[in-house]
């Protein structure tokens, strides 16, 4: 029988809910700085280049953070939680326009310009996308419009469809290309995962607007929500180009490559080697992480066995599952792991995959 380590909220008190939305507010350091970054440039290279060190720092937190398996308030007001993702839609824009003008002022061919493109592309993935992933969950139509725009930011707006109306259905199985394989290495997962994830999103739309196989000149395609994302994507690429020049559109790519780079990391760890047993969805098809970092700083993504299993709770909600498998550690080490020393990486998933007796080794419990 499954068991939620947190199985239902406890009541708030006005201390304890400030306590954690102040908590959460921790999720704005890296935009935050990243907006110091880009609003006090063109810097000298030697200026620019201790920048880069936030990266070392937030692994270093996220390795040495505490587990987090406190219960969810119940009777918790949610409009600050709600303002907090509105605010880093706000972040991530100003800080894109800030670091293009900053690219446009200061040239192309400069080690500033290499740091904008990390950093902005490393809170692009901390900020746009794992922000967007809550809002295109919720049901008011304002926030899910930020959370798509926020993923055009990334050139990204097709997960929007692929994520909440083909990953959520599919993980676990083999129609579901955003769930990684056991023993598949990061690199063939994201040679795999990114076109299929957008066939996959092409067809979702088309299927809905009434034949899957339809043309792309079809008349039809022209009320698609992926054709609607891409038609924003460059619309939002040809205005950076006319107004800031060819040096400011490398850095909106770049640092959109950096954040999706950094998604497709995260989509290869939160499902790797689980095979769903049925048709439901159980927290057993998901990994989660414990790390209290990782839960206050990418708001709540690390409680994802039960965001899956209740895609529709909002992060501040979210609870821990007992069953899950458990990652060896936060998201932040994870995706440092997954990118640049894979091996180890699959050995460390695979062990635990091997004492839960899932994945692979499910058939010999």
Request: proline share 5%; net charge positive; charged share 20%.
């Amino acid at each position: 029988m499954e068991r939620i380590a947190a199985q239902s909220g406890e009541r708030s008190s006005p201390l304890e809910a400030l306590r954690i939305g102040a908590l959460h507010l921790i999720s704005l350091s890296l935009p935050l700085y990243v907006l110091a970054f880009v609003g006090t440039g063109p810097h000298r290279w030697y200026a620019a280049l201790p920048w880069l060190g936030i990266v070392p720092v937030l692994a270093l937190l996220d390795q040495r953070a505490a587990p987090a398996l406190h219960k969810p308030l119940d009777a918790i007001p949610a409009w600050p939680f709600d303002a907090l993702l509105v605010a880093h839609t706000g972040l991530q824009i100003v800080n894109l326009a800030l670091a293009a003008r900053m690219v446009a002022t200061g040239g192309l061919f400069s080690v500033d310009s290499l740091v904008a493109v990390l950093v902005v592309g490393v809170s692009s993935g901390w900020s746009a996308i794992v922000v967007a992933h809550e809002l295109i969950h919720r049901k008011s139509r304002p926030m899910i419009l930020l959370g798509r725009l926020l993923l055009v930011t990334v050139g990204y707006e097709h997960f929007f469809t692929e994520h909440v109306r083909g990953h959520h259905l599919r993980i676990g199985t083999d129609d579901d290309p955003a769930t990684s394989r056991f023993g598949e290495t990061y690199r063939q997962f994201w040679q795999r995962t990114v076109p299929a994830q957008f066939r996959s999103a092409w067809r979702l739309e088309t299927r809905r607007l009434g034949d899957e196989g339809m043309a792309w000149h079809d008349a039809r395609v022209l009320r698609s929500a992926v054709l609607h994302g891409v038609v924003a994507e460059v619309a939002l690429a040809l205005v950076v180009l006319t107004f800031l020049g060819p040096g400011a559109l490398v850095v909106l790519l770049g640092q959109a490559y950096v954040a999706v780079r950094l998604l497709e990391a995260v989509n290869y760890f939160e499902h790797y080697g689980l095979r769903r047993q049925g048709r439901k969805v159980r927290p057993v098809d998901s990994w989660d992480s414990d790390s209290w970092f990782t839960l206050f700083a990418l708001v709540g993504l690390s409680r994802h066995a039960d965001h899956h299993a209740y895609a529709s709770r909002p992060f501040q909600a979210l609870r821990t599952w007992e069953e899950s498998p458990k990652l060896p550690g936060g998201y932040i080490v994870m995706v440092l792991l997954v990118v640049f020393d894979n091996a180890r990486a699959r050995r460390l998933l695979g062990e635990e995959l091997e004492r839960r007796r899932l994945g692979p080794f499910a058939e010999a419990a």
